[in-house]
């Protein structure tokens, strides 16, 4: 009985990095920094390459009276790796933004590891044309309570729980979603922290599963030039620790220890 995190050892559903530019990369730019992935994205251990959608939509001109309609670009590529059908990694390379996404998670280093295998060189290609303007990182963490939904107290999960949520649905009566975010100061940027908090029924052969499922987005706006990938990897650091402080923060001191989390490591 009670609240489990989905995997044994962490509660980690995905994650995502977003790294954003100042101006959109030319079509020769971005096949140039997007080369050093492309060209042996089977020795990096993806499956599938796919052309992607630009960022900026461009306007093709209808003949009346029909409407302006979006012009959709193909100036970008995508890497793709799965397992048994379902996606597991994701590296995307757009005029606009280079993404990764990984639903395969064990140690922040190992996942920071295998983001810059496949990110530093292209970056450091890209930032010889442009800077970064903001990097975003986002996790999805997901607990299920093991037993009858309306017995599912999220107390015994959250430490606090915003005093606006009914109390039938804090112990577990109904569901409910809280939002929250706010802006701090890094180094002179500004930072958006943000948490949401769902609480959701999930159908299953014995029934409906009560989950809370926990999103944290971290994301510097650069207010200086974010031009080099050793900026760009210190402040992904930084990211890292201020979300999983948030994400600490959020859980009693029991489910942290069930997870192995200590808090500690990550107040600044």
Request: charged share 20%; glycine share 6%; with cysteine.
């Amino acid at each position: 009985m009670g609240w489990k995190p989905i995997h044994e050892a962490h509660a980690i559903d995905r994650v995502r990095i977003l790294v954003q530019f100042n101006s959109p990369l030319t079509d020769k730019i971005l096949t140039k920094a997007a080369a050093p992935a492309t060209s042996k994205f089977q020795e990096l251990g993806f499956e599938q390459l796919h052309r992607a959608e630009s960022t900026i939509q461009g306007f093709m001109i209808a003949i009346p009276p029909g409407p302006i309609a979006p012009e959709i670009a193909q100036n970008g590529w995508v890497l793709k790796r799965g397992s048994a059908g379902v996606l597991t990694e994701e590296a995307g390379f757009r005029d606009g933004v280079f993404g990764y996404l990984s639903t395969e998670y064990g140690r922040w280093d190992n996942l920071a590891t295998r983001f810059w295998d496949v990110f530093e060189v292209p970056l450091s290609i890209a930032l010889d044309s442009t800077d970064i303007s903001s990097i975003k990182l986002e996790y999805w963490d997901r607990f299920v309570f093991d037993g009858e939904p309306t017995s599912a107290d999220i107390r015994d999960l959250l430490a606090t729980v915003d005093p606006v949520i009914p109390k039938s649905a804090v112990s577990g009566a109904m569901l409910w979603h809280s939002h929250s975010g706010w802006f701090e100061d890094h180094n002179g940027s500004i930072v958006l922290v943000n948490r949401n908090i769902d609480v959701i029924d999930e159908a299953s052969s014995a029934g409906p599963r009560r989950q809370c499922n926990i999103f944290t987005l971290v994301e510097l706006r650069a207010t200086q030039a974010i031009d080099s990938v050793h900026t760009c990897k210190s402040t992904l650091d930084h990211l890292h620790r201020r979300s999983l402080a948030l994400f600490g923060a959020s859980l009693t001191e029991e489910q942290r220890n069930n997870i192995g989390l200590n808090i500690l490591d990550y107040l600044q």
